[in-house]
């Protein structure tokens, strides 16, 4: 590893010591920082209306930060510029921007006024930024002002130096996005073949060579010929939630809150965790959420990509809030885990949406879902069925972890690269070939 000659104490916490040779100044001394014009006017239905060929940047992250394309543009620029959110969960992410384009809210761009490489500045920020973010207190919304950046002090190698970090840092990190890009795609390909496998095996069953018939439904196709027909509602009970008064929630207690927010498809997640008194537990007795209910969110705009679900396997103190709904099983007709698998099948999501059919309603009904027609074998075919797929998932859910823990190896290993390059840690040059990534080993 290659490094300078001699350091000196930056001045600045997270960088420590630099570059002997290397200056600190203002951020402001490099660059202006402007927000468009018409930010407020470069909404979704705005760019609906009026689509073109120019993107429109925002505060989202998703799409590149694209919010869509529109047939006029603000800004018109030949070099670099630097772009950063500024609003929410999300702020303080930069990336590089040029040509033509527009701004829409919560979003600016730095437009240098001294020659420099720009690029290196947006590596530079991105580190900086991350440092920034973790002094922030959680109860306090997230914001980057202008006069923030203007009380910014940065680091500045020369001007030979800076291109040859971009260039260096452009190679490694393209290497290492490649990789990640590799891996996510292995994932939804993980994803598919579990999807696939569950879809398969809970409407066709374990024994290939067993008797079929037709189902008379599309999206399923052929059935075991001995399996029943029958509907959701003959085979368990629905309750809706209670709408508690959210004055009410404590921020810790025994008596846990379900919410929207808590319900994801893989299980019930509490980083949104609401609280209610004790004694709710037991005068809302018809409210409680058991181990081995599954929980239906019944707001429709969910519906649009895909029906969520989770099956509840957790000893917490529960009741259920309003827009949601549990479905408990009978136990002598249903194996829980098997309605698990059921309803995130493609062929339970295509007769949800048979039941929307013509449905103006702004939330989905318990109805609608205990009128879904369903296929079911016997109990203790049932229960072949979930130990069967119990196994092949979780094998392939470990895969995806596996696959997940690389994908977060190589963020950090690219994050911490750019943080010793931009801060002098190491020294590169232009045929600097001493940090090669080794693909086998991730």
């Known amino acids: 590893m290659n490094k300078y000659n001699s350091y000196k104490d930056s001045g600045l916490e997270w960088i420590g010591e630099i570059p002997k040779h290397w200056k600190e100044l203002p951020l402001r001394y490099y660059f202006d920082y402007t927000k468009g014009s018409n930010g407020q006017k470069l909404n979704k239905t705005y760019i609906e209306e009026n689509k073109g060929e120019y993107p429109v940047y925002s505060g989202q992250t998703t799409k590149n930060g694209i919010l869509g394309y529109v047939n006029e543009y603000e800004f018109d620029y030949s070099f670099p510029l630097v772009f950063t959110t500024t609003v929410g969960a999300k702020f303080m992410n930069t990336r590089i921007l040029q040509g033509k384009f527009s701004l829409s809210q919560n979003c600016l761009v730095m437009i240098r006024k001294k020659i420099c490489i720009p690029s290196y500045f947006q590596y530079l920020l991105s580190i900086d930024f ?97 399996w029943n027909t029958s509907k959701l509602k003959y085979h368990g009970n629905f309750f809706s939630g209670y709408s508690f008064d959210s004055n009410d929630f404590q921020n810790e207690g025994e008596v846990r809150v379900i919410k929207i927010s808590n ?92 039941q929307l059919k013509g449905s103006g309603q702004p939330n989905i009904s318990t109805e609608q879902i205990s009128n879904i027609k369903i296929y079911l074998p016997s109990l203790k075919e049932q229960q072949q069925i979930v130990e069967y797929l119990d196994k092949q998932t979780e094998e392939i859910d470990t895969l995806i972890q596996l696959e997940q823990k690389k994908i977060d190896t190589l963020k950090e290993y690219r994050q911490s690269l750019i943080s010793e390059v931009v801060t002098g840690k190491i020294r590169v040059c232009e045929e600097d070939n001493s940090l090669i990534l080794n693909s086998q080993t991730v």
Do not use: A
């Open 263 to 354: 319900i994801q498809n893989n299980g019930v997640s509490w980083e949104d965790l609401s609280f209610l008194p004790k004694n709710y537990y037991d005068d809302f007795e018809g409210f409680r959420v058991l181990k081995g209910d599954l929980i239906f969110v019944l707001t429709r705009p969910i519906i649009s990509t895909g029906i969520k679900v989770c099956f509840y396997q957790e000893e917490h103190l529960t009741l259920l809030n309003q827009r949601n709904s549990v479905f408990r099983p009978d136990v002598d007709t249903l194996v829980k885990r098997f309605l698990f698998f059921l309803v995130r099948t493609f062929y339970f999501f295509e007769e949800f949406k048979q």
């Open 130 to 226: 991350e440092f920034r973010r973790e002094l922030i207190p959680t109860i306090i919304q997230p914001s980057l002002r202008m006069e923030d950046l203007d009380r910014m002090t940065i680091i500045i190698p020369t001007l030979s130096e800076q291109q040859q970090i971009v260039s260096f840092l452009d190679d490694k990190t393209q290497k290492i996005d490649s990789l990640i890009q590799k891996k996510e795609k292995k994932i939804e390909l993980l994803k598919e073949k579990r999807t696939s496998l569950i879809n398969h095996v809970v409407t066709k069953g374990l024994d290939p060579n067993v008797k079929m018939k037709d189902s008379g439904v599309e999206w399923i196709g052929e059935i075991p010929s001995h």
